[in-house]
């Protein structure tokens, strides 16, 4: 490295230094392998920094234009890919050591004011503002397929269950809403990380703020930020945004395993309730006739990463000093790699979701009037039967059919009344599965009108506007 150059080597800080950096500590300090993919935000945020040093007097007009033009060299020189085999220490040092290049010794002047701590935090915000909305458009397509799978399944009456045993008939749609909920809830907490992303800390400087009179309003506006930091030493160290995105990632982990566990059940011969697409599964290198829900595997792995991301974050950040730190260098990786996860899992199951057939004689099969017993107990409480008598009387006629080795269905109508005389008569009326599904009419319930009334309101959430602090740019990589 040279001393007396500390920009072309790579380093923002080798003035204060006598020898230059142990060669076992290069690899530690650079970051440029991971933060590469923030050079737009880099260049955006620098090229807005230039104009405020303008605005302040602190650049003359025509040093503010060739810092701007520079900047937009640089970018031009970086859209086809960073160079392989570069040295800089992080992405910042790589984008001035260009822009010196183009434009000399003035390139010097642009970092008046600004230090690297409110210069990752902006940039980083910036990346993450974008990438909410590319994960935000994911999870769309997978609620609309999963909306577009509820609609299939309307009139199909499945098994619905609790502990993983039967327990009550519900629609099919009514299974697969219940998968939906959770991802619309998801969306709105993506939303909420990108607007807790989206406050501006450039003028913070490293922590105590800039002494020159930039103005930070203009900046918010002009990069696209929706508020301002209100403390500078806050600002540079201020990671919640990211801690609240990974914890969205998680969850969001959480509800695409539990989709995936339920598609490895009901795809598989035992329940047969469906079938995934076969570009959604896999074969057996061994056994011929094996057919592999892979998708529904992959994705319940991924999981892991992501709630391993969070874990990695908030561990990250409970020890820290006030102020910024540098393992603070770390973030990145982990909400990248969340971003990245999920940018790979989304539309993986979202195609899934939107191949799979529903399998009604595997359904019809794995039906059991057992399914049915709660609705002989409302007889009974219709009849004016307190509830928990009710539910006795039937716990035991159900006992009664496992003792004889026949179905519910199939006991003899006297051993109905025998067990009260309100079920000496149409009794056999209650074993209807549509029935059982249209007397739960309430808001939430399995009727078809509240399926529907679910549907509908699925659909409205799911064309609510997005909110849009930032058209996103970029592939999921930004490379």
Known sequence: MDETDPVSGGGLWGGRFKEGMAEAMEPLNRSLDVDRRLWREDIEGSRAWARALEGAGVVSPDEGSTLREGLHRVEERLSSG?????RDEDIHSLVERLLREEVGEVAGKLHTGRSRNDQVA???RLWGMRAATRVEARLDEVVESLLGLAERGVDLILPGYTHLQQGQPVRASHWVLSHTWPLLRDRDRIRNARDGAGILPLGSGALA????????????DELGFHGLSENSMDAVSDRDWIAEFVFAGALIGVHLSRIGEDLLLFSSREFAFLRIGDGYSTGS????????????????????RLHGNLTATLTLLKG????????????????????????????ALAGAIASIEFRPEGVERARDPELLATDLADVLVR????????????????????????????????????????????VREVFDWERSVEARDLPGGTSRRAIEAQLLEARRRLATETTKHLDPIGSSSDE
């Open 82 to 86: 960073i160079p392989t085999g570069v």
């Open 122 to 124: 902006t940039d980083l």
């Open 320 to 347: 820290l000093p006030t102020g910024y730190n540098r393992d603070l260098q770390e973030d990145k990786g982990f909400l990248f790699d969340t971003v990245d996860t999920l940018m790979m899992a989304l539309p």
């Open 285 to 304: 290198s061994l056994m011929p006739q094996k057919r592999n829900p892979d998708v529904a595997e992959l994705i319940r792995g991924k999981a892991a």
């Open 209 to 220: 703020g800039c002494p020159f009179p930039v103005d930070r309003e203009a900046l918010r």
């Open 383 to 426: 009849k004016g039967v307190p509830f928990r008598t009710s539910h006795e009387i039937i716990g035991a006629l159900v006992r009664e059919a496992e003792d004889r080795g026949v179905r519910l269905t199939e006991l003899p109508v006297e051993v109905f009344e025998a067990a009260h005389p309100a079920l000496a008569e149409g």
